[in-house]
């Protein structure tokens, strides 16, 4: 089972942030946190991933928690075109293996 | 680079058929796998490897077998086709472990 707990889904207004809460609580301490997304039924994408300190690239931002239980992937100015569903994923410590899990559904809306 | 490529794009198979899906890539990626998407569901990872020679099974390996005899090809076969294996099928690749993921573009599997 994935380790991670996500919304079913959220809404958010075009142009404002889109804040994309999990659920880690029993994340290990070198276990990392990835967001993927899919738009409608293309393979997923990736967006970013981190360990411990907040990351930012061109495509969003990742707060985690200090407790690292924890974490919130921001779009900053949410477009039509974020409409997807959103994965965390936690990888168990040495298995080599992406769980994905159900993920949260945004909708952006016009 | 053509990045991550599956054929075909779609199949129809009868139950009881075999069948392989291939899957290639051209970055010298290390850590490859192979997914399944079920209507409305997420993806469950059926077989991974992190190199050529190694694979691994993932959540759902039972009626499915891998190879890995070079790095650029991840071919997933099917045994023997059951309609529950209907499902659209993702192929992924990454430098190595860890590093970020390329999906190919899926191949849409139905099973009668």
């Known amino acids: 089972d994935a380790k991670t707990t996500q919304p079913t889904s959220m809404d958010c207004a075009e142009g404002r942030a889109a804040n994309l809460p999990c659920n880690h609580s029993?994340?290990?301490?070198?276990?990392?946190v990835y967001w993927y997304r899919q738009i409608h039924s293309q393979g997923p994408q990736y967006i970013i991933h981190g360990l411990k300190n907040n990351e930012t690239n061109e495509m969003a931002s990742l707060i985690i928690t200090e407790d690292r239980k924890s974490s919130t992937l921001i779009l900053p100015h949410a477009t039509l075109r974020d409409t997807a569903v959103y994965y965390c994923i936690v990888p168990t410590s040495g298995t080599y293996k992406y769980i994905f899990g159900t993920g949260t559904r945004l909708k952006v809306l016009a | 680079n053509a990045g991550v490529t599956q054929t075909p794009k779609f199949q129809v198979l009868k139950t009881g058929q075999s069948m392989t899906l291939q899957c290639a890539q051209d970055m010298n990626h290390e850590y490859m796998s192979w997914y399944r998407q079920d209507p409305g569901m997420g993806l469950r990872l059926i077989h991974y490897?992190?190199?050529?020679?190694?694979?691994d099974q993932g959540e759902v390996p039972n009626g499915y077998n891998v190879s890995r005899s070079t790095t650029e090809d991840f071919p997933l076969r099917l045994l023997s086709a059951a309609p529950s294996q209907t499902s659209v099928y993702f192929c992924a690749s990454s430098y190595k472990w860890g590093y970020e993921q390329y999906f190919g573009p899926g191949t849409r599997l139905t099973v009668t």
């Open positions: 029993t994340i290990s301490g070198n276990e990392y």
């Open positions: 490897s992190v190199g050529a020679g190694i694979t």
